[in-house]
């Protein structure tokens, strides 16, 4: 590998000095390229350079990366430290609220008779506390503990008393050393309110900060780790490990930049003199809370991945060594020998070997790899022919007259002829497609084109006179230009086909399920859109009718209130179809439904000159069901009838008849008409969706359909016989099994006593909230209207409600985000929820209460669910506590908030 040298400083082309010569980097580049390609060696050890020098920096790289990375993991730590001890400190503080709360409320403490007895028992059992005291509205010190605190005679000037006795809140005061125990302490002090809000005294603890060196006790930091408590002066209130500094000052410089760092890291000497980095956050009010940790201890670990470093560089030194004169022994003799075998295998000379395939090194592999190739070809042909006889699929092979020349066993199966008789014999005359003319095959396409064809549609006709459908390519075989033949594969497809027919089938039953899925939703559309007047109009009615003494205004609104109800057992009819009307299972007496049902369509059933037998016997027991979806059932059925016996003369006769069959313990309800009756041939489709026998404006083919899937949701079953008589008899019977949790179904909530609560109404349909306010006021009940979340949200903070009623979609903030406000404010209220919704189709709002389960309310409904829903959530909380809904309960007081004491 000769290179060209460097020219001599006589040329006439001598490169200026300090900088290299074209010519000379040119050649050297050259040099490199012809070595990198031709020396095997120096390829690897240009690969093993590379990687060693690759392994150095990914090391080098690493070990400065661990070293910041373990500073900044140190710096986090030390900020997590504090917050912990910060945490520590806010939840001291709130236990002392709650103490001083608690403490407020005693009499002693009231009157001021006893109360220093009773600071001193609560101070013993308390040694967080440095003093506890009493102060008069004056600032005068009544009795404290311990008793030698009393002299500090007045402590109106104090900051925390002012917040306290002024603005009846909770005040905190200064962090400071008290100059009596010398400890760290920071005063709180609560109002001591009377029954009428006057103010008799102000109760305060101060709260002793040594709890830090204990914290850092348990907290088990890393050694030198130090902890301070400075207040906004300068001051060390507190420091693990105590030094003499602790009550002393720190620097300024450091106390303006620990203040200015707020809750962030800062590195600095400045503490101790050493270097750390200090974690800082606030206390609470204005005192600092700092973590240090010494920055040599951070460092230290990062030392053991540099020393690997140089082990590193170490062992690929003697890496590079071991490479190049290993490879001359190892590899270049061998690869030359590999060469000149493979050759000689080009040449034609199978036989060549490379005669060192039994050595179990990596060439040693490759030589073994090559000698079985060797050997395979020899066997390749004999394989082929092997391989061809044991496929699954027909092969053929034909010449350019499309006369067989070869045929494997599964062709001649295929063909229904025996291989020896398909040689020579041409295979157009067998092979053709299923719609196209004579001559117009793949095959012949394939042979006169010359580009591969495939087909889908053949057809196979064989000796027996039988057909197969098969899919067959065509590839045909070219000899200098032109076709010589070609081969065919052949597949049978009599199962696809078949499945192809079972999958039409299908789309057949997918159509028809789409038409009811498009229908049902624009009837589902248009019934959400009805809820809400609906509801409006069913209280209203409901209201008017149980206020007015006039019997024709009573009767008007009964009136009202029935054709509302057939306008919400419509809609629950829809909502039923496409299954978003939620079912409630109770037990249900038949007797009741079918007077109901009677009750809704007796003005048609009188213009259509129908008589009505009924039998209702009184031993039928109840089934336990929805009795909403069996009035749709009931309906359904006394409509169809209808319509089938206005087709026929009078008399016109429609029966109802209810029995109960002990044995097969079911209650049967059959419903039999005197009309045309149902033909034998249509009686398996009448429970089809969109089947009708109907014209299209008298019936859409979806009645009977959601009658047969309600009566099999409960288990039972429904079926159409010929009546006794002529006309149509329709059979539903209804199973009296129960589920095991319907047994143990607790009372409802009407056997609870009943109490009169506070009820917070959320809506923004005015009209709604109005009725519902109403029906709810004459119930006994309080009754406060918000028209969203957000208003809500403002009066639970000054009232307490035994039920909140809360719509689902509100502007400004809705249903769900009251939901997530009370959850995080008062997650108590949440037991006290109930939403009401007519937004029933919301994927959204479906997926909120399913994952809440919240108890709600469906759009439309009446005034009696409203009132049932909310006794059944007073007389929950009234089991709870007997207190709630009764006359003592008083407004909610708002949360008391800490204002930071003045400057």
Known sequence: MAGTGPPTATGACAAPAGRANPGTLLAVRARIMSWRVVSVRGYFLTVVSLAVLAALVLVLDLTAQQRRQLTATAGQDAFQLARLAANAHERALAET??????????????????????????????PRYVDLGVASPDGTVICSAPTGAAARGSVADRAWFRTA?????????????????????????????????????????????????????????????????????GSVLARHPPTATEGGRIDSQLLQALSAAKTTIVETAALDG?????????????????????????????????????????????????????SEMLLRRRIERLVATTR???????????????????????????????????????RTQIILE???????????????????????????????????????GALREATAATGACALCAALDGGTVQQSSDGVLARPDRTSLPVEYTCTPKRDGGRAAGAVVTLKDITLRKRAEQDRQRQRDTLHQRDKLASMATLLADVAHELN????????????????????????????LEQAAERCALTIRNFLALVRQYPATREDVALERIVKETLALVAYQLEVDEISVDVALPRDVPPVWADPHQLHQVLLNLVTNARHALRATPPPRRLSIAVRHEAEARRVVLEVADSGPGVA???????????????????????????CHDIVAAHG?????????????????????????????????????????????????????????????????????????????LEVLERTEFDVILSDVRMPRLDGPGLYRELQERHPTLLDRLVFVTGDVLGRDTAAFLERTRVAHLTKPFDIKQVRRVVADVIGSLELANPRIGGPDMAPKPPKARRVPPKA
């Open 680 to 706: 034998p041939e249509l009686r398996s489709h009448v429970f089809r969706p969109f089947f009708t026998t109907k014209s299209p404006e008298e019936g859409t083919g979806l009645g009977l359909a959601l």
């Open 344 to 382: 000689a295998l080009a040449a034609g000379d199978f036989s060549a070997r490379t005669g060192w395939s039994d050595e179990r090194s990596e060439l040693g592999q490759v030589a073994h790899a090559f000698d079985d190739m060797a050997a395979a070809i020899e066997r390749l042909t004999r």
């Open 165 to 233: 006795g002024e603005w009846r809140q909770l005040g905190v005061g200064e962090y400071r050393v008290d100059r009596a125990t010398g400890r760290a302490v920071v005063t709180v002090a609560a109002p001591v309110l009377d029954l009428r809000g006057r103010l008799p005294a102000v109760v305060f603890a101060s709260l002793d900060l040594t709890w830090l060196r204990e914290l850092a006790g348990v907290a088990q930091l890393p050694e030198g780790t130090v902890v301070a408590l400075i207040d906004r002066d």
């Open 532 to 559: 809400n007047p609906l509801t409006v109009i069913i209280a209203g009615a409901t209201l008017l009718r149980d206020a007015t003494r006039d019997e024709g205004v009573r009767r008007r609104a009964e009136l």
């Open 716 to 792: 039972g079953g429904i079926r159409v016989d010929s009546a006794p008589g002529g006309g149509a008899l329709f059979v539903v019977e209804l199973p009296l099994d129960r589920p095991e949790e319907a047994a143990s179904t607790p009372l409802a909530a009407a056997s609870r006593p009943e109490h009169h609560g506070r009820v917070l109404l959320v809506d923004d349909d005015v009209e709604l909230a109005g009725v519902l306010a109403a029906a709810l006021r004459a119930e006994g009940h309080e009754v406060e209207i918000t028209a969203n979340g957000l208003e809500a």
């Open 97 to 126: 609220q709650q103490t001083l709360e608690l403490l407020a409320r005693f009499p002693q403490v009231r009157s001021g008779e006893g109360c220093g007895a009773l600071l001193a028992e609560l101070r013993q059992r308390l």
């Open 274 to 326: 050493q270097p750390r980095l200090l974690g800082v956050t606030r206390a609470g009010g204005e005192a600092l809370l700092v973590v240090g940790v010494p920055r040599p201890s951070m460092v230290a670990a990062g030392r053991t991945l540099a020393d690997g470093a140089a082990w590193i560089a170490l062992i690929a030194v003697l890496g590079l060594l071991a490479v190049v004169v290993g």
């Open 390 to 428: 044991a496929v699954d699929e027909a092969i053929v092979g034909v010449d350019g007259d499309e006369r067989v020349t070869f045929v494997n066993p599964v062709a001649a199966t295929l063909l229904g002829i025996p291989a020896i008789g398909l040689v020579g014999r041409r295979l157009h």
